[in-house]
């Protein structure tokens, strides 16, 4: 099992950008797909973006260009940089680590194929 803590949500006006952070420990970070999802109020749970062990990358359609997922290993952290925030980006955003190890996606990978899942960090948009 893996312990994730997301920080660096907040309010910011539409337009604006955020970067957030995920740190995890207590396993072997380097070999696991690391995803962020998001959830806004009265809505389920979505995919965002999704790293690779390997630094490939997928994106949803709908911040593809404007989101940048990105990772650390020597930190054990992954990052999500979002521009061009819009207000229906606004969302309690979550990071989860693969159950397995050097898994390939290559689109919209399972949300049950994530064992591991971080509080949560809030991001609101908004004038």
């Known amino acids: 099992q893996v312990q994730l803590v997301e920080s660096g949500g907040g309010l910011v006006q539409p337009g604006g950008s955020l970067k957030l952070s995920c740190a995890a420990s207590?396993?072997?970070?380097?070999?696991?797909?690391m995803g962020w999802f998001r959830q806004a109020p009265g809505k389920e749970r979505e995919f965002v973006a999704v790293i690779m062990y390997s630094g490939s990358t997928v994106y949803a359609n709908s911040v593809r260009g404007r989101f940048t997922i990105s990772r650390d290993n020597a930190k054990n952290t992954v990052y999500l940089q979002m521009n061009s925030l819009k207000p229906e980006d606004t969302a309690n955003y979550y990071c989860a680590a693969d159950k397995s190890p050097r898994i390939q996606y290559y689109s919209t990978p399972p949300t049950g194929n994530f064992g591991s899942w971080g509080q949560g960090t809030q991001v609101t948009v908004s004038s």
């Open positions: 207590g396993r072997t970070f380097s070999s696991y797909a």
